[in-house]
C-alpha cells in the first residue's frame, strides 16, 4: 500500500450502524495522517452494543483486567497488521495505521486493532466473447448483495479464531453464496469435496488494510483477498448460486470500469483484471 494512501470510506458519514445514529467528526483529507498537528482533534467514541459482550468479541474496556498482546499472535487471535506495526495510545488503545476517521472505539468491530478477514474473488469467462470496444475477454466474478448496506461486494467474512485463511476463504464462500448450511447431509459432502479442489489453487492479490465503513481510530478491517479462476466454466462456474448468511443476493457480475463495491473491493477486482489481461 502507497505511502499516500488515505482512507475515504470509513471519514465524514454517519457510522452505518442500524441501531444508533452516530454522525463522525469531520476529518479533511490534510488531516487524516496522524503525523499532521491537530490539537482541537477530539472525536466521539463508540461501540455498537451489537459487539459489547459477545463471546466472540474483546472486552469494552482495555484496562489492567484486559491487557492483549498487540502486534502479535495472541493466543489463537492474529493481532498483527498486514500494514504496520501499530501504535498504542495509552487512553485509547490501538492506534489506526492509515490515519484520522473521526471516531473512536471500536464501531461495529469485534477486535481493538486489526480484525482480520477473507475475500475470495471467484472469477469465469463471460460466454459470447470478447468486448466490442477493448477487444478483451470479459470476466465475471461472483458478487453477492450484503445485508447490512445492499451494496454489492466480494463475498467474504471474518476470520475466525485459530483458523487458517485459506480455510475461512472457502468457508465463507460456500455460506454466502451456496447457502450450504441449509443444504442435506449428501450435499454438503459433495460440495466440500468439490471446493477442497477448487480452493487448493489460488493467486492472493492482496493482503492489508480495508477501507471499511466499519473502520474506527481504535479499530479496522484488514482482509487477504485471494482469485480463484474456473478456466473452463465447469466446477464453480456449473454451480446453482444461492445466497445465505449474511448476503440477500447472490450473482455472477461481469466486470467493467463501472463497478462501484463495498468497502476497497473494487482496487482488489481491478487487480485481477490487469493479472488476467481482461476487459475493464
Not at 87 to 100: A, C, E, K, M, Y
Not at 163 to 191: C, G, H, P, Q, Y
Not at 210 to 229: G, S
Amino acid at each position: 500500500m502507497s505511502a499516500a494512501f488515505i482512507h475515504f470510506k470509513c471519514r465524514n458519514n454517519l457510522y452505518p450502524d442500524r441501531m444508533k445514529e452516530v454522525q463522525r467528526l469531520y476529518v479533511p483529507d490534510d488531516k487524516v495522517k496522524w503525523e499532521i498537528e491537530w490539537p482541537m482533534y477530539d472525536p466521539p467514541a463508540y461501540t455498537s452494543q451489537s459487539v459489547i459482550g459477545k463471546e466472540w468479541a474483546d472486552p469494552d474496556l482495555i484496562d489492567e483486567h484486559f491487557q492483549p498482546q498487540w502486534n502479535s499472535v495472541d493466543g489463537c487471535i492474529n493481532r498483527t497488521s498486514y500494514t504496520a506495526v501499530y501504535s498504542i495510545d495509552i487512553d485509547s488503545g490501538p492506534v489506526n495505521p492509515i490515519g484520522r476517521t473521526g471516531l473512536k472505539g471500536r464501531g461495529l468491530l469485534g477486535k481493538w486493532g486489526p480484525n482480520h478477514a477473507a475475500d475470495p474473488i471467484v472469477t469465469r469467462w463471460k460466454q459470447g466473447g470478447s468486448h466490442k470496444l477493448s477487444k478483451k475477454p470479459i470476466l465475471q466474478f461472483v458478487a453477492i448483495k450484503r445485508r447490512d448496506g445492499g451494496e454489492w461486494a466480494i463475498p467474504g467474512g471474518m476470520v475466525d479464531c485459530g483458523e487458517a485463511v485459506t480455510e475461512s476463504l472457502k468457508r465463507e464462500f460456500m455460506e454466502e453464496t451456496l447457502n450450504i448450511m441449509n443444504k442435506s447431509e449428501d450435499e454438503k459432502v459433495e460440495l466440500e469435496q468439490l471446493l477442497k479442489r477448487f480452493f487448493s489453487h489460488g493467486d492472493t492479490v492482496y493482503r492489508g488494510y480495508v477501507d471499511d465503513p466499519r473502520n474506527t481510530d481504535n479499530a479496522w478491517m484488514e482482509t487477504t483477498a485471494v482469485h480463484f479462476h474456473d478456466e473452463d466454466n465447469e466446477s464453480v462456474g456449473a454451480l446453482p448460486l444461492e445466497a445465505g448468511d449474511d448476503a440477500v443476493g447472490v450473482r455472477w457480475m461481469d466486470i467493467d470500469e463501472s463497478l462501484n463495491l463495498y468497502a476497497s473491493h473494487t482496487s482488489f477486482i481491478k487487480t485481477v483484471v490487469d493479472k488476467m489481461k481482461a476487459h475493464w
